[in-house]
């Protein structure tokens, strides 16, 4: 270590940590990070636990190093443009781990628009590859807001497929379909239940069920015992605040 690391974790390093331990044993496949706390994870894995994972600039690089979010690679491995990701997406040999801008009690996201599709209150970003992310590659999901707003009893619009419409759909959808977790500000969740409902796996320090139960609009499934999400080591922590996310951009999408 060059340093020791003195200060507290703040709840934006918890969720990076957290956002790491999607790619926990993930392989050799890409990791695909939307939003800057997710990139930091999919980094710091790749420094730690799973050396394997391949990443990107961003846009269309495939690198061999693991520079700080927002600066320049300086081994480029490969050149991935727009239509070669799609067809890596349709392989499964990639792990997103996406927005949503709602998200439903069995994780199916909409990120198109809010109000009737017909004539929306909000347009937003539209479908783009959510079906096909969630049907072909394990997906995860991060949410830097935990509200209501987003945790929502039904979506306005499934772009991502959540666990009830794909096994409606039958064995061509169920094949691949896998969600792993979701990550918000408040906790960490998954939808290892019996009907595949989301359950609360870990609380951030800080947060108490009841916040959580509060900040989300559906029955969500609460263990008896709730541990917390745990803390990243020393030498994480130096790599998150020193080589990865020195201009600690993480703070911003995570206010303390």
């Not at 320090?205 to 559906?218: D, K």
Request: charge should be positive; aromatic fraction near 6%; proline fraction near 7%.
């Amino acid at each position: 270590m060059s340093g020791t690391v003195t200060t507290a974790v703040t709840r934006a390093e918890y969720c990076v940590v957290a956002c790491a331990e999607v790619w926990r044993g993930a392989g050799e496949v890409l990791a695909a990070p939307m939003g800057t706390v997710p990139a930091i994870g999919a980094r710091l894995a790749k420094l730690t636990f799973s050396p394997g994972l391949l990443l990107t600039d961003g846009e269309a690089l495939l690198i061999g190093d693991v520079p700080a979010v927002g600066a320049r690679p300086e081994v480029v491995e490969g050149w991935l443009p727009y239509r070669r990701h799609l067809s890596l997406v349709a392989t499964g040999r990639r792990h997103v781990m996406m927005g949503a801008s709602q998200l439903d009690r069995y994780g199916n996201q909409n990120i198109s628009c809010v109000g009737d599709w017909r004539r929306p209150a909000r347009q937003l970003l539209g479908v783009r590859g959510a079906p096909v992310n969630t049907l072909n590659n394990p997906t995860a999901y991060w949410v830097p807001r935990h509200s209501r707003r987003v945790f929502v009893a039904k979506a306005d619009m499934v772009c991502g497929v959540g666990y009830d419409r794909a096994a409606a759909a039958g064995p061509s959808a169920t094949r691949f379909h896998r969600l792993t977790d979701v990550v918000s500000d408040l906790g960490v969740f998954d939808f290892e239940t019996p009907d595949r409902s989301m359950r609360l796996r870990s609380l951030h320090p800080g947060v108490s069920v009841g916040q959580v139960v509060a900040a989300t609009g559906f029955p969500l499934v609460v263990p008896d015992e709730v541990p917390y999400t745990r803390a990243p080591a020393a030498e994480e922590l130096r790599l998150i605040r020193e080589v990865l996310d020195p201009a600690a951009l993480r703070e911003g999408e995570v206010p303390a």
